[in-house]
């Protein structure tokens, strides 16, 4: 399989204070969705003193045939290591771009990744480059590729939440479960945090983040 680098131009979203805000969320979408309308999810955070932004999966489908609604998604199992370097190379760009020069001594930048996002937003985390205040993996676990080693380190300066409904149809408590002990086993600190709800974001429970 050969390969070609190329300029690439990607959409993100944005809601909130885009001038001088006080802290900044990064919320990572899940498979099929869209940045348009999942930022939406996250009007309970707006104030005068919040930006969040929404980067959008570099892959785009129609969700039913061949007309329609449109999802976009991070990477599938096909060449999913130069899917991952690619949204990798996204990320940092957005956040060199536009996020590092509203950050201030005092900024607070927030890392939330959503299902298949959640996977993307672990490894970008993982990755080093970017250092955040909070980091919510919400209905999702760590993806296995995570160099855990280096990231038990990262995490020590990182609030780190575990996030899910009690409704979760893709989060059974067997998963949940083992997910804690193996977080346990590595000695990550992190706070789990569940809601009475199905595979979505909450409000209410945003706004105890």
Known sequence: MNHIQFDFKARYETL?????????????????QQAQYFIRKFKPL????????AP?????????????RV???????????TDIDNYLSY?????????????ETDTEVNLLGFSQGAATASR??????VNFHKFVLW??????DLNFDLFAIQL??????????????????SKIEAFKTKLNAMHIDIEYIDFDGPHDIDGGTLLKL
Not at 16 to 32: A, C, L, S, T
Not at 46 to 53: H, N, P, S
Not at 91 to 103: G, R
């Open 16 to 32: 909130g204070n885009i001038d001088n805000p006080k802290r900044i969320w990064i919320v990572v979408h899940g498979y099929g």
């Open 46 to 53: 707006q104030d005068e003193e919040t930006l969040v932004i």
């Open 56 to 68: 959008e999966g570099l892959h785009h489908f129609y969700l039913k045939g061949f007309d329609g």
């Open 71 to 81: 999802g976009a998604s991070w990477m599938t199992k096909e060449n999913r290591w």
């Open 91 to 103: 990320l940092n760009a957005i956040y060199k771009q536009v996020i590092l020069p509203l950050v």
């Open 124 to 129: 970008w985390l993982n990755e080093g480059k």
């Open 139 to 144: 209905s999702s676990v760590f993806p296995p």
């Open 156 to 173: 020590a300066t990182t609030k780190i939440y575990f996030v899910y409904g009690n409704q979760d149809e893709f989060m059974p408590k």
